[in-house]
């Protein structure tokens, strides 16, 4: 979901995380750990990507 360097709504990774019965405090730690995810507020709204190694280097 995130591999794509697309910035995804939180709200939307939260969603399939309870699909699969994972919790969002998981989800936040995890997040947490993986410093290579990126997140930024637009308006009310966060959104998470995990940028291409092109973009990191640019």
Known sequence: ML???EFVPAEKIFEK???R???Q???NEAKLKNKSIV???I???W???IPDSAEETA
Do not use: P
Request: no cysteine; net charge positive; aromatic share 10%.
């Open 3 to 5: 591999s794509s360097g």
């Open 17 to 19: 995380a309870k699909e």
């Open 21 to 23: 019965n994972i919790s």
């Open 25 to 27: 405090r998981t989800v």
């Open 39 to 41: 997140t930024k507020k």
């Open 43 to 45: 308006g009310k709204r």
């Open 47 to 49: 959104f998470w990507a």
